[in-house]
T-cell receptor, first 112, second 112 residues
């Protein structure tokens, strides 16, 4: 069966520090991969999605970036975090074709 | 502008009754619509997908309707249980690569 791993579960970082969140998927190949952010009491905001290795589409201009170095690995990065980057970050995957997205358990990021 | 509206107020319902949640949208023409369940501190979990040419979809105690004329989907949970308490999100197909746009969700509380 397919599984998605996301880590760390929680992270506290100072303003201006770098960020790297990692997501890996097991049990499937060539998935679509997604990074979302969910602010408190808000909906899920799509940040990046990827349909293949090295292919990244950005949905919202910001100081975040994403990379997909391997088929089932998706990384969210920042060189310098802002206070506004705080939130709940979720990674998801979907198979090709119409179907559901499957989410990881998320990373709660707090910026101090 | 595009908008997805879910009742932001919590829905409280007595155990055993049918819970009905609403998702309204404007300026979308989604090919399909999805419903997810999200528990506090967790990622959303897929429940049901309904396509534009389907009026109704069922899965156990869950039922979804999709009215493209009214631009509305209704999500029903029959014989509700306290374990059904969660936030329910609707998500609309937003063009290519299984991209979806999520509503802000409705929190359901089933009272024993």
């Amino acid at each position: 069966s397919q599984t998605i791993h996301q880590w760390p579960a929680t992270l506290v970082q100072p303003v201006g520090s770098p960020l790297s969140l990692e997501c890996t998927v097991e049990g499937t190949s060539n998935p679509n991969l997604y990074w979302y952010r969910q602010a408190a009491g808000r909906g899920l905001q799509l940040l990046f999605y990827s349909v293949g290795i090295g292919q990244i589409s950005s949905e919202v201009p910001q100081n975040l970036s994403a990379s997909r170095p391997q088929d089932r690995q998706f990384i969210l990065s920042s060189k310098k975090l802002l206070l506004s980057d705080s939130g709940f970050y979720l990674c998801a995957w979907s198979a090709q074709g119409v179907g559901p997205q499957h989410f990881g358990d998320g990373t709660r990021l707090s910026i101090l | 502008s595009q908008k997805i509206e879910q009742n932001s107020e919590a829905l409280n319902i007595q155990e055993g009754k049918t819970a009905t949640l609403t998702c309204n949208y404007t300026n979308y023409s989604p090919a399909y619509l999805q419903w997810y369940r999200q528990d506090p501190g967790r990622g959303p979990v897929f429940l049901l997908l309904i396509r534009e040419n389907e009026k109704e979809k069922r899965k156990e105690r869950l039922k979804v309707t999709f009215d493209t004329t009214l631009k509305q989907s209704l999500f029903h949970i029959t014989a509700s249980q306290p374990a059904d308490s969660a936030t329910y999100l609707c998500a609309l197909e937003a063009g290519g690569y299984q991209k979806v746009t999520f509503g802000t969700g409705t929190k359901l509380q089933v009272i024993p």
